[in-house]
């Protein structure tokens, strides 16, 4: 988060892009911690966590041509 002006949610995917961990509103100039389980990240606008109900263990599908807002 180092020189970002706003917030953001970060949502860490394990294997299969299933949800290990989940940061809301993570502050700018904050680090999250470290998730060694975590095979990518997703960074979301803030809220995005809240709006969806997404929860770990929850299995991300990325299909073409849809945007998260």
């Not at 299933?18 to 502050?27: A, D, G, P, S, T």
């Not at 904050?30 to 606008?45: D, G, I, N, T, Y």
Request: hydrophobic residues 50%; without cysteine.
């Amino acid at each position: 988060m180092f020189g970002m002006r706003f917030a953001i949610d970060v949502v860490f995917l394990g294997r299969g892009e299933i949800v290990v961990h989940l940061e809301q509103n993570l502050r700018p100039w904050r680090v999250s911690r470290v998730v060694p389980s975590a095979r990518s990240v997703l960074e979301l606008p803030a809220g995005a966590i809240a709006r969806t109900a997404t929860q770990a263990g929850d299995q991300i599908e990325f299909l073409p041509g849809e945007e998260v807002s």
